[in-house]
């Protein structure tokens, strides 16, 4: 009788884990993907189309009346804020994640003038038809870019703003050719899971991978393998450009609101690092200096830096960074 070995049965095993972690094949609106809280759908007209924008509102058990909105990177989506909305419900928030349009499970469009004034303009109009009218506004990567424009069009209704490892703090366009947004279409449909685990190993994690970190590159993974994805990939392609050539940075002066930058400082990220020279290119994503120069910039901003975690603090170095944001917050 043929028996396996127990190394056979234990590399079985961990593929089993593996497959088991691993998200089917997604649609482009993440369909059958389930989120950490029920999901919700607000309609929107701009543009002549009818789009949806998925959103969480996690009510707490206890509240202080006061609401946060959280407002995700551009390799991610609102499911993230996961362990961040709990402790700030449990701390009597109401929270309001959003999947802006062309992420998550909203809308992908095949055709939209992608601007952060645009989605700025979505998230406002989703705090309108919730009763928010003031909200602290604190935003990740992308979401810190859309964070600051959301805070200068609102500064009625953003209460406190605080930007995680954004990106934005440098103008890239001063460094780096621009690149068509055919050429980002292309490199999008290149993308896979080895692709997209190692840019986030290398980018955000320091060559240093955790279990916790695998859902996020398998749910990425997950639209490269289904007939939507070509439509995820021009969405992706788009919103590189917005961010390309839509800088903050030279606005920062003009924000009024209390701001807490929290900075992972090993984080180098930096748009079109690998499209310049070497020389160029260390000069470029130097969180460090330009934590510093963003907490100089913005009146009266607090930074926090954080030795030895990068771009993604929430997620790698959560208890260093929930503990500072929920100070700042409770803090009258």
């Not at 003031?134 to 990740?140: D, F, I, R, S």
């Not at 160029?280 to 100089?296: D, H, S």
Request: aromatic content about 12%.
């Amino acid at each position: 009788m043929y028996r396996k070995s127990a190394f056979t049965l234990l590399l079985l095993f961990i593929a089993y884990l593996s497959n088991a972690q691993k998200p089917a094949p997604q649609d482009a609106e993440l369909s059958t993907y389930k989120y950490p809280y029920p999901v919700h759908y607000f309609q929107l007209h701009t543009q002549g189309q009818s789009l949806r924008m998925a959103f969480m509102d996690v009510q707490p058990a206890t509240p202080n009346g006061k609401a946060i909105v959280l407002l995700h990177g551009k390799n991610f989506c609102g499911a993230y804020w996961d362990s961040t909305a709990a402790s700030l419900s449990s701390k009597g928030f109401r929270v309001i994640m959003p999947d802006q349009v062309g992420f998550g499970k909203s809308s992908k469009p095949a055709q939209l003038q992608y601007t952060f004034q645009q989605l700025a303009q979505n998230t406002k109009a989703l705090l309108d038809s919730l009763g928010i009218k003031k909200t602290a506004v604190l935003g990740h990567s992308m979401g810190g870019m859309l964070a600051v424009r959301f805070t200068l069009m609102y500064p009625e209704t953003a209460e406190k703003l605080i930007l995680e490892n954004p990106i934005g703090l440098e103008d890239w366009k001063l460094k780096v050719p621009y690149q068509p947004i055919d050429q980002w279409y292309k490199g999008e449909l290149t993308q896979n899971y080895e692709k997209i685990k190692k840019y986030q190993l290398d980018n955000y994690y320091a060559g240093q991978w955790s279990p916790a970190y695998e859902k996020w590159a398998a749910l990425l993974a997950s639209w490269t393998e289904h007939a939507d994805y070509p439509r995820v990939a021009w969405n992706a392609a788009l919103t590189y450009d917005m961010i390309f050539t839509q800088p903050v940075v030279y606005e920062f002066g003009q924000i009024k609101t209390p701001t807490l930058l929290i900075i992972g400082q090993r984080d180098r990220t930096a748009l079109g690092k690998a499209n310049v020279p070497d020389d160029v290119k260390k000069t470029m994503g130097n969180y460090p200096e330009l934590g510093k120069r963003a907490a100089a910039t913005i009146p009266g901003a607090t930074l926090v830096p954080l030795e030895g975690v990068g771009h993604l603090p929430h997620i790698e170095a959560y208890s260093r960074f929930i503990n500072p944001l929920i100070a700042f917050l409770e803090y009258n």
